[in-house]
Every structure is written in C-alpha cells, then in structure tokens.
C-alpha cells in the first residue's frame, strides 16, 4: 500500500530534551515535506525537499532540523524542544510535479511539550 | 500575496443539505487549487482539485467553482452526508521549484443526521 509513516504517534516530552520524529515514504517521492497543524492557523510549512541531500526552510522553521540522507525518509528534529512546538505535525511527499498528483500525508504526530 | 483565505471556520448543515466553503487567495500566480479532507486522527487526503483554465469541476457529490477574476474559488458538497463531517482546507501552489502548498485555516463541517 503505498503511504506516508510517520513515528511516534503521540509523544510527551520535556523542555529541552531532543527528540526526531520519523517520517518514511513507499512511493518514490522525490519531494517530502514537513507541515504543523495548529488550531485557526491550518497547515504551516515547516521543511521540504527535493531530493535526496537538498532541503530548505518553509513558513515556520525555526527550533526545527531536518535531513535527507536517503529517498524515502526525511526526520525532523527538535534539538531542544519548547512548549510553542506544542502541535500536530504532518509529514507528506509528493511526486516531482504537485499540480497533477497533490501531497500524500502521514497521519500525523502529536507532540506535547511540557 | 501568499495567503489562502477560508471562510466559514464552521459549518453546520442537515443531512441532504449542500455545504459550501469558500476561499480567496491574492497571488495570481497560484495554478493548482486543491481541496483536502481531513478526518479525526487522520492526515488530510487529497479530495478534489482544480487549475484556473476551467470554472467547475465535479466529481461526484464534491464541485469545485473557481472564479479566476474574484480570485476566489470554493466547495459545494451535494446531498451532505453524515459521513462527510470533517475538516476542509483549501490550498494553492504554483509548483515551481519549492512544490509548496499553501493552505488555508481550514472548515470543520458537521452534518447533522
């Protein structure tokens, strides 16, 4: 089945302790995509990429790393986590043109920083 | 310029009833007008979309009515059922290099049985 992985589900934290969230696609995506979701704000960006070792800042990446050392994965990272990262975070991938296929999306990680 | 604009934040509407969402965007540039439809616990899936050389699109109970000259394009659901409860975003791109989708705040539409 082709899709979008993304671990953990759900994960509590604490201020300041790292963490990476994981994110794997099936299909051959070349672009994969992070997103946060908060209420009244819909869907920011965060991170993309366009291959394998090319990434680039979204709307909103500051606290946030990502890499992409293979195809399919593309982790983010909070080095040190802060309560306004508090969020649902979606990652998606989508095939070398968007206009004809749109954005495959995980289904999501809700992260709780305390 | 690069926001997508989505108006009602919710919606309530009767079994057999027609919702209808509505988004406004300002970059003319934007050529891909995508709706998504996102359940509880879910990621959002692609519903419908459309490009700004036609007016409507319609698959099935969904249509999709762009007006190029208002900027503005919206969803019309037909017949809502009680299953279509769930949050809308609309979104837009221009594809280009970055692939980014922009989005609006989204709709949480509930239909009542």
């Known amino acids: 089945e082709a899709q979008v992985t993304q671990n953990p589900r759900y994960l509590i934290t604490v201020t ?3 963490l990476t969230v994981t994110c794997s696609q099936n299909m051959n995506h070349e672009y994969m995509s992070w997103y946060r979701q908060d209420p009244g704000l819909g869907l920011r960006q965060i991170y993309y990429s366009m291959n ?3 990434t ?11 890499s992409r050392k293979e195809k399919r994965n593309f982790p983010l990272i909070l080095e040190s986590p802060s309560p306004n990262q508090t969020s649902l975070y979606f990652c998606a991938s989508s095939p070398y043109r968007i206009n ?11 992260l709780t920083v305390v | 310029q690069q926001q997508v604009k989505q108006s009602p934040q919710s919606l309530i ?9 509505n988004c406004a965007y300002e970059n003319t540039a934007f050529d891909y007008f995508p709706w998504y439809q996102q359940f509880p616990g879910k990621g959002p899936a692609l519903l419908i979309a459309i490009r700004p050389d036609v007016s409507e699109k319609k698959e099935g ?10 900027k503005q394009f919206s969803l019309h659901i037909m017949d809502s059922q009680p299953g279509d409860s769930a949050t809308y975003f609309c979104a837009a791109t221009y594809g280009g290099a970055t692939n980014k989708l922009i989005f609006g705040t989204g709709t949480l539409l509930a239909v009542q049985p």
Not at chain 1, 56 to 66: A, F
Not at chain 1, 100 to 110: H, K
């Open chain 2, 13 to 21: 509407v009767q079994k057999g009833g027609i919702s209808i969402i």
């Open chain 2, 61 to 70: 109970r969904f249509t999709i009515s762009f007006n190029k000259s208002a």
């Open chain 1, 52 to 54: 394998v070792e090319v």
């Open chain 1, 56 to 66: 680039d800042k979204g709307d909103v990446p500051e606290g946030y790393k990502v």
């Open chain 1, 100 to 110: 004809n296929y749109g954005y495959t999306f995980g289904s999501g990680t809700r």
């Open chain 1, 16 to 18: 300041g302790k790292k």
